[in-house]
T-cell receptor
Framework: DTGVSQDPRHKITKRGQNVTFRCDPI?????LYWYRQTLGQGPEFLTYFQNEAQLEKSRLLSDRFSAERPKGSFSTLEIQRTEQGDSAMYLC???????????????FGDGTRLSIL | GNSVTQMEGPVTLSEEAFLTINCTYTATGYPSLFWYVQYPGEGLQLLLKATKADDKGSNKGFEATYRKETTSFHLEKGSVQVSDSAVYFCALSDQSLGGYQKVTFGTGTKLQVIP
């Protein structure tokens, strides 16, 4: 178990630029989640994949955000035309789910900290 | 909707003091409850969990009991160490309408342990 890996750890970019983050989940985990965490707050859910299918998206995920998990393994989160308000820590988590519901805990990566200048 | 309320921090304690961080929740179903810990610059690590009423989760000297009657899941440790300094998040998971494990986090409580 090598844990959830996220890349890059930090990203600084100018407003209006596009950014892409990558998440590699724990290898046997079929469920993958993206969260956003701002300073002093808990993580807020953005989107969820089961294998390669994106099954749910939060209203926080505007049209500028897109996430993919093409082969059911790693996932990417892209933000287009970044804005100041996008500055946050973006966390990826994975879990093993069987059936329609599982209470297996989610395992988190160390996150990508995005700073918009 | 589901919600989690934690006591505000920071909580500052001397080494070897007793720790309690209060957490209460609101949920429509029968959630599982978790405590996560976040060290500076890192992601969240699962500390302990409880999946049904009266379960006690424990790990590394920390423990919390799932109290359905008071909708609480308070975190306790008998003797804290400087290395316990971190932010602690209470969380609950329940099945979303989409059928996945939806996790709702509290806002976190920062613990500072001084020598």
């Amino acid at each position: 178990d090598t844990g959830v890996s996220q890349d890059p750890r930090h990203k600084i970019t100018k407003r209006g630029q596009n950014v892409t983050f990558r998440c590699d989940p724990i290898s046997e985990h079929n469920r993958l989640y993206w969260y956003r965490q701002t300073l002093g707050q808990g993580p807020e859910f953005l989107t969820y994949f089961q294998n390669e299918a994106q099954l749910e998206k939060s209203r926080l995920l505007s049209d500028r955000f897109s996430a993919e998990r093409p082969k059911g393994s790693f996932s990417t989160l892209e933000i287009q035309r970044t804005e100041q308000g996008d500055s946050a820590m973006y966390l990826c988590a994975s879990s093993l789910g069987q059936g329609s519901y599982s209470n297996q805990p989610q395992h988190f990566g160390d996150g990508t900290r995005l700073s918009i200048l | 909707g589901n919600s989690v309320t934690q006591m505000e921090g920071p909580v500052t304690l001397s080494e070897e003091a007793f720790l309690t961080i209060n957490c209460t929740y609101t949920a429509t179903g029968y959630p599982s409850l978790f405590w996560y810990v976040q060290y500076p610059g890192e992601g969240l690590q699962l500390l302990l969990k409880a999946t049904k009423a009266d379960d006690k989760g424990s790990n590394k000297g920390f423990e919390a009991t799932y109290r359905k009657e008071t909708t609480s899941f308070h975190l306790e440790k008998g003797s804290v160490q400087v290395s316990d300094s971190a932010v602690y998040f209470c969380a609950l998971s329940d099945q979303s309408l989409g059928g996945y494990q939806k996790v709702t986090f509290g806002t976190g409580t920062k613990l500072q342990v001084i020598p």
